[in-house]
């Protein structure tokens, strides 16, 4: 047959004509799925970034919420409870407050922001391990939902009450808090092995981005602090299902196992991404590249080791403080020593920002996200300023031994620090100014995120109530801890401690005014998020998002 000929069955075929056996059956073709199918089975990193975005959007602004409430109970401390109707409740909600904007919201949205970005910055086209994203996104939801279910079902990270943190809803808590930290713990791998594997030829890791140099270090902090924090759940959690609770799953021991994550100087590792997009942001306004930049990723690296606090557990710390031999982990020379050396850390940064700034001789472009990471950055260093000031006392001690009758009043002041609501003001100045960075991160990528920029006049209007809630709620705290009030709101016995307690009030009403700006400011973003998602995908890109 020649290369002309055309067999009989090549025409049946062109006639539309079955000739195949009778024995055989075609297959189906397969068909991608749409709508719920779709998005329940991706392993596209876009989705699975937006879906972070989304839904830790959400818990942030649960988390918010639950502060005002928290907040509105503080503006009148003396007048018993108005909110909640015990100390109990209080308790619980302090506790879901700290979990839901640290673990639900701000790790998930830098997660969800590296997992688009990163490829893009690699030249990658999509993460390390896509399925285990998927798995680590569906793991950490599913989690965040329980445990905030199980919160609200009077369950919560122990009880005060007798016995009470043996129930099935403490125990849920406990578990749906292993299952983010789960999810968060494998998303963090993925990241962390994209960077690692998915580099260009050529590309050594001095060379990535600025954003992705700081999540590299975040990941690999987080990686080392994500399975300590499941430990003690375990340990908590193993402790309840006991026949007797001895000292790790009663009372209030599930909280105190985990008070750590929220606290310095492991607070400050949930914003070390903060570091990169505020380089990105504020280098791309400037209409350059960053300069000098193995100093800041030797910065950025050391913040970010000496953020590590898996360490600083205070639930094992001697039973009687006052002892002359005691064990305080905060009082230990080493937390003195990384407070200030964090605080150093950052001053340092911001040298490295104005190098920038003046090397780059013109005026930065002014956009929403400018003013966030100016803002964010602002934030970052009062929480250092206020570590500086929790371990004051310890640090400048040689100077009371020098003269404690000059010194005295000073470092008797100091002393009340430490145990203060200063300490929960260095917590927010931390954790709103990561997330004011991650939402100036999503201005700056919105086109790679989610198709299209965000409205620039709504993101304006965002601005003020996010820059200007997050200052009140922290300065708030921190400036109510040099009068004495307790950083947990529930120790209702230390409230006649307070001093000038009609002054203290006052400030927490401030702080309160701070939370319904900042939920608004959310509020406003949200808006913006959604408004870009259901508008049709332009083809703009964002000036620097790649540098």
């Keep these: 047959m020649t290369l002309t000929e055309t067999r009989p069955e090549a025409e049946s ?25 779709r998005i329940l089975s991706t392993g596209d990193h876009l989705t699975i970034g937006q879906m972070y975005v989304v839904f830790s959007l959400l818990l942030s602004g649960l988390a918010l919420a639950l502060g005002m409430l928290i907040g509105i109970e503080q503006a009148d401390i003396d007048g018993g409870f108005g909110v909640f109707s015990n100390a109990n409740e209080l308790f619980q909600m302090f506790g879901l407050y700290r979990t839901t904007l640290i ?37 950490w939801l599913v989690g965040a939902i ?50 690692v594997t998915q580099r260009p030829a050529g590309m050594d890791l001095l060379q990535v981005p600025a954003f992705s140099w700081s999540m590299l270090v975040a990941t690999g902090v987080w990686l080392f602090s994500l399975p300590v924090l499941l430990a003690n759940l375990v340990v908590s959690w193993v402790d309840m299902r006991g026949a007797d609770a001895l000292r790790f799953g009663g009372g209030d021991a599930p909280f105190e196992m985990v008070a750590w994550a929220f606290d310095a100087p492991q607070v400050y590792a949930w914003t070390i991404p903060l570091l990169g997009i505020v380089a990105e942001v504020f280098t791309s306004a400037h209409r350059s590249s ?54 150093l850390m950052v001053v340092a940064y911001g ?35 206020a570590g500086v000031l929790r371990v004051a006392e310890p640090a400048l001690g040689v100077l009371r031994e020098a003269d404690g009758d000059i010194w005295r009043g000073f470092f008797d002041a100091m002393d009340d620090l ?31 995120l989610l198709g299209r920029r965000l409205n620039a006049p709504l993101g304006f209007l965002s601005v003020l109530p996010l820059a200007g809630g997050s200052i009140l709620v922290g300065a708030t705290d921190a400036l109510s801890g040099f009068f004495d009030q307790p950083a947990r709101p529930y120790h209702t016995g230390r409230i006649g401690d307070i001093d000038a307690l009609g002054f203290v009030e006052a400030l927490n009403v401030i702080g309160l005014i701070g939370y319904i700006a900042v939920l608004g400011g959310l509020a406003l973003v949200a808006l913006n998020v959604t408004r870009s998602l259901t508008l049709p995908a332009s083809t703009e890109t964002d000036q620097g998002e790649d540098a």
């Excluded at 673990?103 to 690699?122: E, H, S």
């Excluded at 999810?183 to 993925?190: A, K, N, P, Q, R």
């Design 13 to 37: 075929v062109a006639a539309g004509d079955d000739v195949r056996p009778a024995t055989q059956s075609s297959a189906p073709q397969w068909t991608p799925p749409t709508g719920l199918a």
């Design 290 to 343: 960053p300069k000098m930049f193995e100093p800041m990723a030797f910065i950025v690296g050391a913040f970010g080791f000496l953020s590590f606090g898996a360490w600083v557990q205070s639930f094992f710390d001697s039973a009687d403080p006052l002892a002359n031999d005691a064990h305080v982990v905060t009082s230990e020379v080493l937390f003195t020593a990384f407070s200030l050396a964090v605080a």
């Design 418 to 448: 430490e145990g203060s609501s200063l300490v929960t003001g260095m917590m927010n100045f931390a954790v709103l100014g990561g997330l004011l960075a991650a939402v100036a991160g999503l201005f700056h990528w919105a086109p790679r």
């Design 146 to 195: 329980a445990h905030i279910a199980a919160t609200f079902s009077y369950g919560g990270l122990g009880s005060f009450e007798a016995d009470a943190a043996r129930g099935q809803s403490v125990e849920l808590t406990v578990l749906s808090l292993g299952m983010i930290g789960l999810g968060l713990l494998v998303g963090s791998g993925v990241v962390f092995a994209t960077l």
């Design 103 to 139: 673990l639900c919201g701000l790790v998930p949205l830098f997660l969800g922001l590296a997992t688009v970005v990163i490829p893009r910055q690699l030249g990658a086209s999509s993460v390390a391990f896509p399925r285990a994203a998927a798995a680590a996104f569906w793991t």
């Design 351 to 385: 040298g490295w920002l104005a190098f920038n700034a003046y090397s780059a001789g013109q005026r930065p472009q002014i956009t929403p996200q400018f003013a966030l990471v100016v803002v964010s950055g602002a934030l970052l260093t009062a929480a250092a300023a």
